[in-house]
């Protein structure tokens, strides 16, 4: 009987003495990490310890409400206390709910080993009305080695 495992099948003639024989096993496995805060506050946020060796492939962010007029929130992503980004991600009054906000990363960064620790520093600055921004979410995806 097939195995499924992601997206691969991997069927009975591939596998013997309980090891895989021949399969298509270049596919890459990508971890996401991430981060949520449901008010709007100036926070840092551990996201996760990467299990394996990689490379980042993107960071993104994006909240449900809309921030106010002048209201904004500044996510920077790091990595063992090191930005990965060239820039730090914003989200402002010009932001459109419920749409990720792709950060662009620093290349220097990109690479990724076991054990290391990644954290979102988010820094929030009020605005007027309506209600403030909510539940900022940010997410970094990592394609292991």
């Not at 790091?78 to 730090?88: A, G």
């Amino acid at each position: 009987m097939p195995m499924k495992r992601g997206n691969h099948q991997i069927t009975s003639e591939f596998i013997g003495d309980g090891e895989v024989k021949k399969a298509d096993l270049d596919t890459k496995i990508t971890i996401t990490l991430q981060a949520w805060q449901e008010t709007a506050a100036s926070n840092t946020i551990a996201m996760g310890i990467c299990p394996k060796d990689g490379t980042i492939v993107s960071c993104k962010a994006a909240c449900i409400t809309v921030p106010a007029s002048g209201e904004s929130m500044s996510i920077d992503v790091k990595k063992n206390n090191v930005s990965i980004l060239s820039s730090p991600i914003t989200i402002d009054d010009s932001a459109t709910a419920r749409t990720a906000i792709d950060g662009t990363l620093d290349s220097g960064q990109v690479s990724v080993s076991a054990g290391d620790f990644f954290e979102a520093e988010l820094t929030y600055t009020a605005g007027g009305s309506p209600t403030p921004m909510t539940d900022t979410v940010v997410t970094v995806e990592i394609e292991l080695s």
